[in-house]
């Protein structure tokens, strides 16, 4: 087991100054350093011994170390003190020096030492002899008398001691590529050091060097510090990269590139440009080349930066070692758009920074593409800009063809580059087939819905918007919020600013493009009206109807269809169907007095040969209210001959009819009451099957006059009240 002690910036001694601190000698032991390593780029190592082992009583106190370099000059007056920990007793492991004392990369440093020790528990201390000097080994680097060679010399870590008490030395050079310790020489030890001449090469590089030595005790290790030497020289001159071009056929780019070739001239690396620095994509062998085309390159979707490095030696490993590279000059990329539903497109670009002698003019050029050749015509320059400009609008071209445009840039020098290529087919909305106004069709609550279908093969996106004609302006007016639709999507519009009892509207939907252009119309769509009255004949019970005819399915009208509910409240029924040409019906009631009398009647018009199912228009609702039918006899004869007993009909015989069914509030919808002639109520019922005897409290009531009043509910909910006299007789 042993200690070390870290020495910041270390130096040793070539001939020993042994000091008394007038203690006495009887230490059994003396230290033994052990080995040093660990310089680092501070200067400092790392000095190790062995740790104190006690004899009998013999107690440790501290060692006393003392620093000198080669020359014998001490470097530290007061020797430097370890010792075990006050606290806890433990033996001294380390020793971190104060500040930057020593500096074991400039020159090697020797160490010294003597352990103090007590034999009679600290009453007097006791110092050990001095250990042999350990010294640092330093190596150093300087350019050779040969080219590219290093000179490396080297001193023993036991120079003073003039033993040679450990193994050989391994000079060791660091791999750039690996970041590992190479070993090029094995060099026997001598008491002195060693020396050895390396030749890393002809490249320009920087050569780190250091020795290791296994210690006396054959198992440490001693390790020098790090030394460096830059060997071979750098040509100054760089590649300028002139221009990019982006070449025509292919797409890629073609780097252009000036530089002085020399007989010691071999080739060029291309780098290409990124954000985090560069990377290699292209070697080229030739050194009197002047450009060369990247095959690896994006130019054609996006710009793109290189530079060029030249290189005029090889490494050892067969690779080339360039020198640095030159600037970074970029690609033109040019992207083109039509502006929506117009001849025009808007051209940008990027600038080409780099270029030689910056942009003098730009050139914005265009080729029309010949659908009969399949091929682009010549080139044609649209217009020279001005070096600055990275926009251009293309106004005037053939929305029904296709072009392809480039930038053309050229330097104050004289330098051409092209930017990339791109195509623009320009386009115009395609119109859809007209759309087909399926129906017009009132609904309960008194509105129009109006069902559009569109064209099921329109890829593109059209707007829809529903029209009304007003026939006081003679003129479409644009109702409702456009709906768009493609690939045949069905839309529904619902028109509520009608009023469908009074007339019938007409309605057709116009198709506009993305570019707000109407392209198409749809049929026209015309509501029905549908009006209603009684006969004029109270006796006749017939209803008559007539409505205008619709317009105008796709396929045609094939029928009307005449539905009646029995009431407002009732659900419609088929009554009667008509052929298209028939705009009129009659509905004779008489039969129908047992129901309300509130006749409501709707006619829907059916669609002919409807492929995708039934299809039709409704009308508006007409309800035909009929008056309830109610005969009251002037006179009766209760007698009990069965004749004329009961008034107004004998129970189960009523002659009422047209009466409402019933109310929510539960109230009856007919009432009889009959009056004296002095005005008192005599009877009363609010059932038609209970009638009037001729009695008042089970009493007959004489001959005479009374006054009959009935008030029944009709099937739209109007009361009507009816008043007469009644003389009762009894022969």
Not at 324 to 329: E, I, L, S
Not at 686 to 692: F, G, I, L
Request: glycine content about 8%.
């Amino acid at each position: 087991m042993r200690r070390f002690l870290k020495i910041g910036q270390i130096t040793p001694v070539i001939l020993i100054t042994l000091w008394g601190l007038g203690l006495g000698d009887n230490a059994y032991a003396q230290p033994n350093l052990t080995h040093i390593d660990n310089v680092n780029a501070a200067g400092n190592a790392t000095l190790y011994w062995d740790v104190f082992t006690p004899v009998a009583t013999e107690e440790f106190i501290h060692n006393e170390i003392k620093v000198f370099d080669i020359p014998g000059t001490l470097l530290s007056p007061s020797p430097h003190l370890v010792a075990p920990n006050l606290e806890t007793g433990v033996l001294p492991t380390g020793w971190v020096m104060p500040s930057f004392l020593y500096n074991a990369n400039a020159y090697a440093h020797c160490y010294t030492s003597v352990q103090v020790t007590s034999l009679d528990g600290g009453t007097t201390n006791d110092n050990s002899p001095q250990s042999p000097f350990l010294c640092s080994i330093h190596v150093n680097a300087s350019v050779g008398a040969g080219a590219d060679e290093v000179d490396l010399v080297w001193n023993s870590p036991y120079v003073i001691s003039g033993e040679g008490a450990g193994g050989p030395f391994y000079l060791e050079r660091l791999n750039e590529l690996t970041a590992v310790w190479d070993t090029i020489a094995i060099v026997p030890d001598t008491p002195l050091g060693g020396a050895f001449t390396d030749n890393p090469g002809p490249c320009v590089s920087i050569n780190i060097y250091r020795v290791r030595q296994t210690a006396s005790n054959g198992i440490d290790i001693h390790v020098s510090n790090a030394t460096d030497l830059v060997v071979g020289e750098v040509n100054p001159d760089l590649p300028v990269t002139t221009h990019i071009d982006v070449d025509p056929a292919t797409g890629l780019a073609e780097v252009h590139f000036d530089y002085p070739v020399s007989g010691e001239t071999l080739g060029y690396i291309v780098y290409k440009c990124t954000g985090a620095g560069s990377s290699e994509v292209l070697q080229i062998n030739d050194p009197n080349a002047s450009s060369a085309i990247i095959p690896t390159s994006l130019a054609s979707s996006e710009p793109e930066s290189y530079r060029v490095a030249v290189f005029e030696c090889i490494n050892d490993d067969g690779s080339p070692n360039p020198n640095a590279a030159g600037d970074c000059t970029t690609s033109i990329f040019t992207v083109v758009s039509q502006i929506p539903c117009t001849d025009r497109a808007q051209l940008s670009w990027n600038a080409p920074l780099g270029i030689e002698g910056g942009v003098d003019f730009y050139l914005a050029q265009a080729a029309l593409y010949d659908a009969v050749s399949g091929s682009y015509g010549v080139w044609t320059t649209l217009d020279t800009l001005v070096s600055g400009y990275g926009t251009y609008l293309h106004q005037g071209a053939n929305v029904a063809s296709k072009y392809k445009y480039r930038i053309v840039a050229e330097s104050t020098t004289g330098k051409i580059a092209r930017s990339s290529e791109v195509e623009l087919e320009f386009s115009y909305p395609d119109a859809p087939e007209p759309p087909k106004l399926k129906r017009a069709s009132v609904l309960s609550n008194g509105a129009i819905e109006i069902l559009v279908e569109t064209d099921p093969a329109a890829t593109e996106i059209s707007i829809y918007q529903l029209e009304r004609w007003v026939d006081v302006d003679s003129v479409w007016i644009p109702i409702l919020e456009p709906l768009p639709s493609s690939l045949g999507f069905p839309l529904t519009f619902v028109d509520p600013d009608v009023e469908t009892d009074v007339r019938s509207y007409i309605y057709r939907c116009s198709v506009y493009n993305e570019c707000q252009v109407a392209v198409t119309t749809s049929n026209l769509g015309k509501s029905i009206l549908l009006q209603g009255w009684r006969s004029s004949d109270e006796d006749a019970f017939e209803n008559s109807l007539i409505w205008s005819e619709y317009e105008a399915f796709p396929e045609g009208t094939l029928s009307y269809e005449i539905l009646r509910a029995p009431s407002r409240l009732s659900a419609a029924v088929p009554l009667t169907s008509h052929g298209a040409n028939v705009q009129h019906t009659e509905d004779y009631i008489g039969d129908l007095t047992q129901l309300p009398g509130d006749f409501c009647y709707t006619v829907v018009a059916i669609e002919n040969n409807t492929t995708g199912g039934l299809n039709g228009s409704s009308s508006n609702q007409v309800c035909l209210t009929e008056d309830p039918l109610l005969w009251i006899p002037t006179a009766f004869t209760p007698n009990n001959d069965d004749i004329n007993d009961w008034f107004p009909w004998a129970p189960g015989a009523s002659t009422l009819g047209f009466v409402s069914d019933g109310i929510a509030s539960g109230e009856a919808t007919y009432k009889l009451v009959i009056l004296s002639r002095w005005g008192d109520v005599i009877f009363t019922s609010q059932s038609p099957n209970e009638c009037w005897d001729g009695t008042s409290n089970n009493e007959l009531v004489p001959d005479g006059v009374y006054t009959v009043v009935v008030r029944v509910l009709d099937g739209s909910g109007k009361w009507h009240v009816i008043s007469q006299s009644v003389h009762v007789l009894r022969p």
